[in-house]
Each structure stands twice: as structure tokens, then as C-alpha cells.
């Protein structure tokens, strides 16, 4: 995959997970979404259909403020951290990524996420683990 491609498409997906803005940019109007949560998993096609997982998900603006990203032959692979704050309070996941691209846009995406960890359940891996590496 043309590295340059999965530059430009990579900065704005994370855009588009920071603030749920312009998913048409983004993805392909028939994008394929298979989403694994640690004990659930949802599928989605569409546009509609995938941006409303997302925003049923995280409905607030947030940040993503670490994630790294590889290209693939079809399209790249990415792991990223997001944080954003509801009327319940701070929260925190991580995930895996890995996309498929036709014609700039992600046309089948593929999500891991480790589920939304809240205030407290933060709180409880701080005071138990040691991270080698943040």
C-alpha cells in the first residue's frame, strides 16, 4: 500500500475518532465494520450504520494521544489509546485497527478494543501495575 495514502487516510481517521466529524471522508459508503469488545462483538455495513456504532460508543469529542500505525499490501494496521470524558466521567481504551483501503477510504475495518475502562477502573490498574512502557 503507497505509504503516502495510509499517511494522509491514517491522520484522518484519528481525527474522525477524536471527534466523530465527516466519516464520509474517511470511509467507504459500503465500509464493513466487524467490532470485538472483551466480551461482545457487532458487525456493521455502511456509512450510516458504522458511524452509529461509533457515536452510540463515544458520543463526545476526546483525544487520541498515542497511536502508531504500519501499512499493509491492502491497507494498515494501527493501535491507538483513546480518552474522553462523559456526564459519567473520564474514560480509557486501547485498540487495534486493521483496514483496508480502496480509492482513500477505509472500505472494511477490523476493531479490538480492550472495552471503556472508567475513572475507577483506571484508578485500580494504576495502583496494581507497572507499565514498562506508556
Not at 456509512?47 to 452509529?52: E, I, N, Q, S
Not at 485497527?97 to 472494511?108: M, V, Y
Request: proline share 5%; net charge negative.
Amino acid at each position: 500500500m503507497d505509504t503516502a495514502i495510509v499517511d494522509e487516510l491514517s491522520k484522518r481517521f484519528i481525527r474522525y475518532l477524536e471527534t466523530g466529524d465527516e466519516p464520509q471522508s474517511v470511509f467507504a459508503p459500503d465500509i464493513f465494520l466487524d467490532f470485538t469488545l472483551p466480551t461482545w462483538r457487532i458487525q456493521a455495513q455502511g456509512l450510516r450504520d458504522v458511524h452509529d456504532i461509533r457515536m452510540r460508543g463515544h458520543p463526545t469529542s476526546g483525544t487520541v494521544p498515542r497511536w502508531s500505525v504500519l501499512p499493509t499490501p491492502n491497507g494498515f494496521a494501527m493501535e491507538a489509546e483513546e480518552r474522553w470524558t462523559d456526564s459519567k466521567g473520564d474514560w480509557y481504551c486501547r485498540e487495534a485497527f486493521f483496514a483496508e483501503i480502496r480509492e482513500g477510504k477505509i472500505s472494511r475495518l477490523a476493531v479490538y478494543c480492550t472495552g471503556d475502562w472508567d475513572s475507577a477502573r483506571q484508578a485500580s490498574h494504576r495502583a496494581q501495575v507497572t507499565l514498562l512502557v506508556s
